[in-house]
């Protein structure tokens, strides 16, 4: 991992779930050469991010994180908010909680509405199914129901998904809660088949081999680590772009490669003949074309960063998922991470399960989810509720979920899980913004969260949807009691209260370099180039014009594989890069 050379084709920045695929589908061609700069460690820093059940112990707080805190909240209390991105190889799919989904196909038709040809399902479909190799239940996994035309793929990808070894049984039961209780009354189906409305045990990007997590470094990166053509720095913290010195006849700036801060804190310089391709993700790209003078005129300006290319929308649009619920204590024969995390003897005991490829920690925290739409009658009551209703009766509103383990906000004795909502289609947008003129600064993230009293609305009647199942007949031979808000918090003014109280993101931030219209706030073009440069593209979460109705890991896979055969299809042309507008 030492610079042999410092002029390749193509530097990544960002060896994540994104930059990873790129540079290892690139360099497929022995006669290309791509490096990639990662600003964090190498995963195998850290055992647990191989372990599957140890997730929540590699993201915040961690030092494969990047430890990012969102600015106070004012529509939650105020409050300042912990929001993890993977510092390591692999990036965010070294440290998330795995969960293979892909959303309804009509958010991709909306894509390619946008202005973006080739982004609709039909056009998507194929770059989903290449990256994965996918396994089916094991015989004593009988509850998964799944269609095999959903993942079927001649070739195989490298990334691995299967359903872990474990699925946990509160999930068992919730699901079977979703099914009986007459409000959601969600059954079981497909939901990688564009068409998610309904429930499912979810596809993990778990190896079952030896149950490990398959991260974009242990799967895209494991295949092409020997090429010849491909170097990996890691502690390579990409700090501006370089561009070629414009001039009257040539106004175009044109990005020629990158400096980077590396491992002793050196600042050094790759060239890139052909591209830089940014993969530092939704709150890393927009900095680092921010810092290099792309971006809103105030911002460049507050930092004293000369304008290379005002675009207002850079660091703008931000889309996220917001995760919030009740909290139920339950009976002691359902696990939980909390019963480990307070037991050595319980931990070494599922440790040694794991290596024979069973038990807790060889599944995930979340083993479910289900995807439902709010009815139109209820929508008829909520402003801007024309506005949900008018998406495609395909596209799901709110997902339900149930996380194995957690608590009350203030801290009981107890056996707790935390089943919750997740609005799929927010109106409430944030943006992120520089601190400083230097990426070794973290950007202001702003996520806004149910700023929109549509947003809050859907929030109170999504909570009580949670409610119902797990004071259903079906969960009261484990349910205790509701630990969280509690039953006396029944107005919607409780509700409203105790979601304010305990929302968090689910870390599914995009959005911030939108792949739209030039007029339509948008920062790349539909072959993923940055307009106003030349020799510059974006292929990572922050490009999603629209959030999926889906979390966002296998959607930035598919970006990944449609953006390495868009640089691709640039050399088989012989064309330099440009952009199509400007
Ligand atoms: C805790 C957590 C749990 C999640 N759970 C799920 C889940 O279960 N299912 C799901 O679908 N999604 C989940 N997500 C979301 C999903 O993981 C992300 O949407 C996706 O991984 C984003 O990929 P990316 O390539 O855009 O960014 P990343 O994978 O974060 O990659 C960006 C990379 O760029 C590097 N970088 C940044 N700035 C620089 C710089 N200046 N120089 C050099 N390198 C830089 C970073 O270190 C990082 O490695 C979760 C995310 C988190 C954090």
Request: with cysteine; proline share 7%.
């Amino acid at each position: 991992t030492n610079a042999a050379s410092s002029s390749f084709d193509y530097v990544v920045v960002g060896g994540g779930t994104a930059g990873l695929v790129v540079a290892s589908r690139l360099t497929e061609d022995p006669s290309i050469s791509v490096l990639v700069l990662e600003a964090g460690h190498s995963d195998s820093i850290d055992f647990n991010v191989t372990v599957p059940g140890l997730d929540l112990t590699v993201t915040g707080g961690s030092i494969v994180d990047w430890n990012y805190t969102t600015a106070p909240q004012q529509f939650l209390l105020n409050r300042t908010i912990a929001y993890p991105r993977g510092f390591v190889l692999g990036g965010s799919s070294s440290t998330n909680f795995m969960a293979y989904t892909r959303g309804a196909a009509a958010g991709y038709d909306a894509w390619a509405k946008l202005g973006n040809p080739g982004w609709d399902w039909k056009g998507v479909f194929p770059y989903f199914k290449k990256s994965t190799h996918f396994t089916p239940p094991f015989k004593n996994q009988s509850e998964v129901v799944f269609d095999i035309t959903a993942y079927e793929n001649p070739t195989g990808g490298p990334l691995e998904l299967s359903y872990g070894g474990y699925i946990e049984p509160i999930s068992i039961y919730f699901s079977q809660g979703l099914a009986n209780t007459s409000g959601p009354n969600l059954q079981e189906g497909e939901i990688n088949d564009g068409f998610p409305i309904g429930q499912a045990y979810l596809p993990l990007t778990v190896d079952p081999t030896h149950m490990t997590r398959s991260s974009s470094s242990a799967s895209f990166l494991a295949v092409a680590a020997q090429r010849k053509n491909l170097q990996v720095i890691t502690s390579a913290l990409a700090t501006r772009l370089l561009f070629a010195p414009t001039t009257p006849a040539n106004p175009t700036p044109v990005v020629t490669g990158v400096e980077y801060s590396d491992v002793n804190g050196k600042l050094q310089q790759a060239t890139a003949t052909r591209e830089v391709v940014l993969s530092a993700g939704t709150f890393g790209s927009p900095q680092l074309l921010m810092v290099s003078g792309i971006g809103p005129k105030k911002d460049l300006t507050a930092q004293n960063i000369p304008i290379r290319v005002q675009n207002e929308a850079v660091g703008q649009n931000m889309w996220d998922h917001l995760f919030f619920g009740p909290i139920y204590e339950v009976t002691d024969n359902i696990t939980t991470f909390n019963q480990f995390n307070a037991n050595q003897t319980l931990f070494l005991k599922y440790l040694m399960q794991w290596r024979n490829n069973q038990g807790e920690l060889s599944g995930a925290i979340s083993s479910m989810s289900a995807y439902e739409r709010i009815p139109s009658d209820v929508l008829a009551n909520i402003p801007g509720g024309d506005q949900l209703e008018a998406l495609d009766p395909t596209w799901p509103h709110i997902q339900l979920e149930v996380i194995a383990g957690g608590g009350p906000p203030t801290p009981q004795p107890g056996n707790f899980v935390a089943p919750a909502a997740v609005l799929l289609y927010p109106f409430s947008k944030g943006f992120v913004s520089l601190t400083s003129n230097s990426t070794k600064d973290k950007v202001i993230v702003q996520p806004n969260w149910l700023s929109s009293e549509t947003d809050r609305q859907a929030a109170i009647w999504a909570f009580k949807q949670v409610r119902e199942v797990m004071l259903s007949e079906t969960l009261a031979p484990i349910v205790i009691r509701e630990a969280f808000p509690g039953l006396q918090a029944q107005s919607d003014a409780d509700i409203l209260t105790a979601i304010q109280t305990v929302a968090h993101p689910i870390y599914q931030a995009s959005g911030t370099c939108a792949m739209r219209q030039l007029s339509d706030e948008g920062v790349v073009d539909p072959t993923l180039k940055v307009y106003g440069v030349k020799n510059l593209r974006v292929v990572d979460a922050s490009i999603m014009p629209i959030i999926p109705s889906a979390n966002t890991m296998a959607p930035t896979y598919m970006i990944a594989e449609k953006g390495a055969d868009l640089i691709k299809a640039d050399q088989q042309n012989n064309s330099t890069s440009t952009t199509t507008s400007s």
